[in-house]
C-alpha cells in the first residue's frame, strides 16, 4: 500500500462513483454532505506559515461546515414528515401512493369527484374577457 495521500484520495474518488443514491429529494442533494469534507482537505493541503491564509481556510471551512450540518437537519427534518417524497420520485412515487391509497381500502372512484356532462364546450369568450 502506497503511503501518497494523492493516490488514497483518487482511489476514494473513484470508489465513490460507485455510490448509488436513492432518486428522492433528499437523496439527490445528500451530494451536499461531501462539501466540507473537500474543503477541509484543501484547507489541509493550502495550510501556510500566513496567519490570514490559516484564518481565511478555517473560515471557509467552518462555513461550509456548517452550512452542511444546517442541511443535513433540514433534509433529515423533510424526511420525518414527507417519507415518500423524500425517498421516491416520478412513477416510484405514484406506485407507492397508489399501494397506500390501496392499502387503505378506497377505490380510486371514491377519490376524485365527479364531473358532470354538460353536453358539450364550454362558450367561447368575447373579445376583451380575458
Known amino acids: 500500500m502506497s503511503d501518497d495521500p494523492i493516490i488514497g484520495l483518487t482511489k476514494a ?28 482537505g484543501i484547507v489541509v493541503w493550502r495550510w501556510s506559515e500566513s496567519l490570514m491564509m490559516n484564518f481565511g481556510l478555517v473560515l471557509a471551512g467552518s462555513i461550509a461546515t456548517s452550512f452542511a450540518f444546517w442541511f ?6 423533510y424526511a420525518e414528515r414527507n417519507p415518500a417524497l423524500a425517498l421516491l420520485e416520478g412513477a416510484e412515487l405514484l406506485e407507492w401512493h397508489r399501494m397506500e391509497v390501496a392499502a387503505k381500502g378506497v377505490t380510486p372512484d371514491s377519490c376524485t369527484p365527479l364531473i358532470e356532462d354538460f353536453g358539450g364546450l364550454p362558450p367561447a369568450l368575447k ?4
Open 13 to 40: 474518488l473513484e470508489s465513490a462513483r460507485n455510490v448509488r443514491l436513492g432518486k428522492g429529494v433528499t437523496s439527490k442533494t445528500s451530494y451536499i454532505a461531501a462539501i466540507p469534507l473537500l474543503i477541509w
Open 72 to 77: 443535513i437537519k433540514s433534509s433529515r427534518s
Open 127 to 130: 373579445e376583451g374577457e380575458v
